[in-house]
């Protein structure tokens, strides 16, 4: 079975710091692995993914994610903060045995920027 | 831009109740999925329509839930009787078709409150 575990339920930084949310999974075979993010009363929109070749994603927003094997971990980072990014940020693995897309979430992080 | 559609955005029923969600993906997407979140974790998958068939409903709680996509295209989900652990964000997701290689679009959610 897939699981994600997200390191810390709230993050908070200072605008114009480094952002980084973890992300550690589980997985018996090579993972495909996403970031979304989630304003308030909003649906989820996809940051970032890794499927297979280079283990640094970029993705929008300025957002960046490293595939680390031998960790088992896909964090999250940004090298600046800025207001707009408070928002909540889920992991995410798919069901590589399914073949069908299935995301298995983490329980989420929300990010505070501080003025 | 195409978006997905979720309606009504804002649900309160009493336990016991009869409730009904409705989803409008992106227009030629053949798979849609539908997503419970409990406040304060990521979501988790209920059923995933492959046009009409559904191709995995191994988490929806058969005697209470139920989810059809007659047509392939647009979707409802029904809770019939509403149960107060049922309070929770309904998010509806779409995307070309299954797999990982295809990214998942969000609906901007259903959130139900049972009282």
């Known amino acids: 079975a897939q699981s994600v575990t997200q390191l810390g339920s709230h993050v908070s930084v200072s605008e114009g710091a480094l952002v980084l949310l973890r992300c550690n999974y589980s997985?018996?075979?090579?993972?495909?692995l996403f970031w979304y993010v989630q304003y308030p009363n909003q649906g989820l929109q996809l940051l970032l993914k890794?499927?297979?070749?280079?283990?640094l994603v970029k993705g929008i927003n300025g957002f960046e994610a490293e595939f680390k094997k031998s960790e088992t971990s896909f964090h999250l980072t940004k090298p600046s903060a800025h207001m707009s990014d408070a928002a909540e940020y889920f992991c995410?693995?798919?069901?590589?045995?399914?073949?069908?897309?299935?995301?298995?979430f983490g329980q989420g992080t929300t990010l505070q920027v501080k003025p | 831009e195409a978006e997905v559609a979720q309606s009504p955005r804002y649900k309160i029923t009493e336990k016991s109740q009869a409730v009904a969600f409705w989803c409008d993906p992106i227009?030629?997407?053949?798979?849609l999925y539908w997503y419970r979140q409990i406040l304060g974790q990521g979501p988790e998958l209920l059923v995933q329509?492959?046009?009409?068939?559904?191709?995995?409903d191994s988490q929806l709680p058969k005697d209470r839930f139920s989810a059809e996509r007659l047509k392939g295209v647009d979707s409802t989900l029904k809770i019939q009787p509403a149960e107060l652990g049922d309070s929770a964000m309904y998010l509806c997701a779409s995307s070309l078709t299954s797999g990982q290689n295809y990214e998942q679009y969000f609906g901007p959610g259903t959130r139900l409150t049972v009282t």
């Open positions: 995410a693995v798919s069901a590589i045995s399914s073949n069908t897309g299935k995301l298995i």
């Open positions: 890794y499927t297979t070749g280079a283990t």
């Open positions: 227009s030629g997407h053949a798979t």
């Open positions: 329509f492959q046009d009409e068939s559904v191709v995995d």
């Open positions: 997985s018996s075979v090579p993972p495909y």
